[in-house]
């Protein structure tokens, strides 16, 4: 017979459920790294407990080295969470000519796996987070600023992780938000030699958008390939030009 006592002993503490809680919600991408977390009294309403728990779980939380507090500032998800991946060595990446395809091709596999992905399980609140970071690359473009509009395509496929619902792509895409938003602008900047393709460019990622919002995951696959293989066969006609371009300076120095 099991005494009261020790059923009692396998409850877990109310601190440590929440504590469960918001680590849940730090995966999931609901808390990112650098975000403050809201006032005690909202978080306590949220998850219907008294404060003093609440406080218990957050200074656990703190313990772990997943929050920090600023003093008078609030508390913060600590924004080195991801410092493994954080490499000075991406920056040496994102300089490397032979690099840029090699990222490339990086991106077949994780943007093709998230748009699979985000047309089976992404909900209508995903997809309307889709269409407005779609929405938002064209603003970019406006305003002819290639860093812009580099950071504007990266938050629509971090959109298209998030719908994705799987955490790795998503956290792993965070993690490498400088390099590969520093290589979407060099590659922005070497097809600003031919204007005439980003039109192309631009139905090619319509198209990768109603894939996804349509729910259709094959399709969200191959529309993904297309537009990466896409510019990626310009980026190399353009690079081998120029190849050829240096070749003949060099020549025509010699003479």
Known sequence: MVSVKSVRA???????????????MIVEGSLEAGQKLPPER???????????????????????????????????VCDNLLSGLS??????????H???????????????MSAYYAAMRGTSEDF?????????????????????????????????????HNVIMLHLARSMSSLMIDSIEQNLTILAQRPEIFAKIADYRKHLLESII???????????????????????NLTEEQSRMERSMRRMQRI
């Open 87 to 96: 490499d000075p060595l991406f920056d040496l990446m994102s300089k490397s």
């Open 42 to 76: 909202e978080l306590a309403a949220k998850f219907e407990v008294s404060r003093p728990s609440l406080r218990e779980a957050i200074q656990k939380l703190e313990a772990k080295g997943l929050v920090t507090r600023k003093q008078g500032g609030g508390t913060f």
């Open 10 to 24: 396998k409850q877990p503490k109310l601190s440590d459920v929440i504590l469960s809680q918001l680590e849940d």
């Open 214 to 236: 349509s729910g259709q995951p094959q399709k969200a696959w191959g529309a993904s390939h297309r537009h990466l293989a896409f510019i990626e066969e310009v980026l190399l």
């Open 98 to 112: 032979e690099s840029q395809f090699d990222i490339l091709e990086f991106r077949y596999g994780i943007e093709g």
């Open 128 to 164: 309307k987070e889709i269409q407005e970071k779609h929405e938002a690359i064209g603003h970019a473009q406006i305003e002819n600023d290639y860093r812009a509009e580099a950071k504007a395509v990266f938050e629509f496929y971090l959109a298209i992780c998030s719908a994705s």
